[in-house]
């Protein structure tokens, strides 16, 4: 009975805090709310619920976000800790985990390991027919590769990611295709492509749905500008 009790109290205290995060979060109060999130946290851990901790790490890193920071150090722990714990959790949670260390690695500009998370999650999402976060993460790898400044590597994932995204229909992920595939192009100085691209992305947004992407797609327009500018 002290047991069940035990961990009943667990489970109210980390919704209090919880809840509580989510009050300062509406309220803008990032830094209190990244007060609450480190205290949930660790209850999640105590339970060994990584779902629940990894989901309050990715509500602390929006809040970080809005401070230009990023817990880095805490998510490679916890990460490491859902991995150990891995045998125990469904195949579903396991991929989700590893898209989140690739991101990880990807944030912090570590893309070769970046690159070997995303890979070992592309067979799950195309055996599971998820063919919008299949297309993302081939576009994810190509990206890492275009940064490495591999170029053939880079195309071969964007032209592979394109088609499958196109066919989803999701404007927002088609026009972060098409973003990347555009800087692909600039990097390598293929302007008229660079530009194609960059245009597309933008004409297929809903200025009032899309607002916030097409401002992204909006300042790569003006970056193909500028490099054509400075080439002549």
């Not at 530009?195 to 297929?204: F, P, T, W």
Request: neutral net charge; hydrophobic residues 40%; proline residues 1%.
């Amino acid at each position: 009975m002290q047991i069940i009790l035990g961990v009943a109290l667990l489970g109210q205290s980390y919704n209090q805090h919880l809840d509580a995060a989510k009050l300062h979060w509406k309220d803008k109060s990032y830094q209190k709310a990244i007060d609450e999130y480190n205290k949930a946290i660790p209850l999640a851990i105590q339970e060994k619920n990584f779902d629940k901790a990894l989901e309050v790490l990715e509500q602390k890193n929006n809040s970080l976000m809005f401070l230009s920071q990023t817990d880095s150090m805490l998510a490679n722990s916890l990460f490491t800790e859902a991995l150990i714990e891995s045998n125990n959790l469904s195949t579903e949670k396991l991929v989700n985990i590893k898209a989140s260390i690739a991101e990880l690695y990807y944030i912090q500009e570590d893309f070769k390991e970046s690159i070997k998370y995303y890979r070992q999650i592309l067979g799950p999402f195309k055996k599971s027919g998820d063919d919008k976060f299949y297309a993302s993460t081939l576009m994810q790898i190509g990206d890492c590769y275009r940064i490495l400044v591999n170029s053939d590597s880079a195309f071969h994932y964007f032209d592979k990611a394109l088609p499958i995204m196109e066919a989803t229909k999701d404007s927002t992920g088609i026009s972060k295709i098409y973003v990347k595939t555009s800087q692909y192009h600039l990097a390598n100085n293929n302007f008229k492509e660079a530009l194609d691209y960059s245009i597309k992305s933008v004409q297929i947004l809903d200025d009032e749905k899309h607002a916030y992407f097409k401002i992204g797609a909006y300042q790569n327009i003006s970056s193909v500008f500028q490099k054509m500018k400075n080439t002549d």
